[in-house]
């Protein structure tokens, strides 16, 4: 099983540009989430699915937009990255909300906009 | 508002010295309190999940405990293997919906 795969590892943007993370499980979980992880800051939801064609919002969802057509995809779009969006973003993906386990996180993906 | 908050932030050991990390959170709908390890470059990876006060998991040299308002992380005699970033979060309903709320994390340095 390969897991939780993100694609890139490394991205370097300009103001303004936009771009697609992806996010793929092989787990036939139905819960998928993104979060952003920024240094002297804990983890923070960005946006969550807990199932193809249901999306919501987490706690810091403007400037984001996320898509869920397949349960083994669950890509994060930026429309107009800005600096403030420099950040290591992670996957994550569990069998369901309630699950007692406490998911499987992709190895990130450090974005830097300049 | 909803916070955990995670002592110290970081924690240099000798290997041996057996020592506890705490997180302490205010929060209002608890449904779980996880425990993960985060090494450099990596995502994070799920050690524990605890549900309710009294609770005790363990795992290796670890050992997770949960109160009404705190959790500790205990570690028996580390080794420098033991060397990461140990994550928090709390599990909260919120809007009819689940969510986790992290810990800034405890940076462990366990030297040889």
């Known amino acids: 099983n390969a897991g939780v795969t993100q694609t890139p590892k490394f991205q370097v943007l300009k103001t303004g540009q936009s771009m697609t993370l992806q996010c793929a499980q092989d787990?036939?979980?139905?819960?998928m989430s993104w979060y952003r992880q920024d240094p002297g800051m804990g983890l923070r939801l960005i946006h969550y699915s807990v199932g193809a064609g249901i999306t919501d919002q987490g706690e810091v969802p403007n400037g984001y937009n996320v898509s869920r057509s397949t349960t083994e995809d669950f890509p994060l779009r930026l429309l107009s990255a800005a600096p403030s969006q420099t950040s290591v973003y992670f996957c994550a993906s569990k069998v369901n909300p309630l699950d007692v386990f406490g998911g499987f996180f992709g190895q990130g993906t450090r974005l830097t906009v300049v | 508002e909803d916070q955990v908050t995670q002592s110290p932030e970081a924690l240099r050991l000798q290997e041996g010295e057996s020592s506890s990390l705490n997180c302490s959170y205010t929060v209002s709908g608890l449904r779980g309190l996880f425990w993960y390890r985060q090494d450099p470059g990596k995502g994070p990876e799920f050690l524990f999940t605890l549900y309710s006060a009294g609770e005790e998991k363990e795992k290796e040299r670890l050992k997770a405990t949960l109160t009404k308002k705190e959790s500790f992380l205990h570690i028996t005699a580390p080794k420098p293997e033991d060397s990461a970033t140990y994550l928090c979060?709390?599990?909260?309903?919120?809007?009819?919906?689940?969510?986790?709320?992290f810990g800034k994390g405890t940076k462990l340095t366990v030297n040889p």
């Open positions: 787990m036939n979980h139905e819960y």
């Open positions: 979060a709390v599990k909260i309903s919120q809007g009819g919906s689940e969510k986790l709320v």
